[in-house]
């Protein structure tokens, strides 16, 4: 009841910075003119807020994005508030392993530096689908993209480090819902990678917010183990009616949001954690945590397993290995 109250009062936490701290906010004093940022997911809502504000401080932008169009237009819409900003679009599908490849291959193509990650891209499926690497997909979308897509890029973002001195951040962008996952999640992947069977979306919504965490814990142990300077931290960013939804609209989904509507961030708020764990200072050598509102906090039981976020890591390296749409088996 007590942090309920705080939420809603917007009180700020031990960072200073609370749950109605905007980006603009927490970014404040940040100069990030020779910073390089991969963002997915800029075109809209969170990501787009996210992208606007790194790019008023300074940064060059790299906007990965299946809908090259729209990536396009989000970039219009950044430059003509701030013309000096350079931001490169470029072709990627999430679900797809080998459009994954192929955008790690062209962006090092360019000899770009890589200091900061932003896995923010997400996917709500109202309808059950399999990628064309036989993987549900929003699990497919929301997770296993950006775990090839942050394994592919670690070369790059450790090299920069070394060269700058500037420590390197990942940022995974989860959500609050990966509580309401329970069970034995790689079965569970299991049963949704099939192409028929009994599907709940929010519970699929729920797994992959979930490896995002897991993702998070193993990938901060093993950059640890190997002394490498760039840190991964994951945030939730809150409650934000965003494109997110655009799948679930409808009468039911409107009541929610209006009984809701004292919980709902606006969307320079929902970017604001994001942002603040991107860039603050505070947090240099801080790892494998997990935010929300801007100030640390502990993930669900199952989210604090490192087990479980160990055998993930290894069934997703099986998984980004396949090829072939045949069958799913992670312990093949």
Known sequence: MIETGKYLLGAAGA??????????????????????????????????????????????????????????????????EFPETEIVVMEL???????????????????????????NAGKLAHEHAISEDGIEMTFATNYLGHFLLTNLLLKKMIQTAEETGVQGRIVNVTSGIHGWFSGDLIEY????????????????????????????????????????????????????????????????????????????????????????????????NVSGKYFTDCNETTPSGLGSNSSDATKLWAASEILVAQHSKASFDPCS
């Open 15 to 80: 960072s200073g910075f609370g749950s109605k701290s905007t980006a603009e906010e927490v970014t404040e004093n940040c100069d990030l003119r020779s910073v390089t940022v991969i963002i997915t997911g800029a075109t809209s809502g969170i990501g787009a807020e996210t992208a606007r504000v790194l790019a008023k401080r300074g940064a060059r932008l790299i906007f990965p994005a299946r809908n090259v169009k729209a990536a396009e237009e989000a970039k219009e819409r950044i430059v003509s």
């Open 93 to 119: 599908d999430l679900s797809s392993i080998a459009s994954v490849r192929n955008f790690v291959a062209d962006f090092e193509s360019l000899d770009l530096p890589l200091n900061l990650l932003i896995n």
């Open 189 to 284: 992947l299991r049963l949704i990678s099939q192409p028929k069977c009994q599907f709940d979306a929010t519970r699929a919504y729920a797994l992959s917010k979930l490896a995002n965490v897991l993702h998070t814990k193993e990938l901060s142990s093993r950059l640890q183990k190997i002394e490498a300077n760039v840190t991964v931290n994951c945030v939730h960013p809150g409650v934000v009616r965003t494109r997110l939804t655009r799948d679930r609209e409808g009468l039911l989904t409107d009541l929610v949001f209006f009984l809701a509507s004292k919980l709902v961030k606006t969307v320079p708020q929902a970017a604001a954690t994001t942002c603040y764990v991107a860039t603050n200072p505070r947090l240099v």
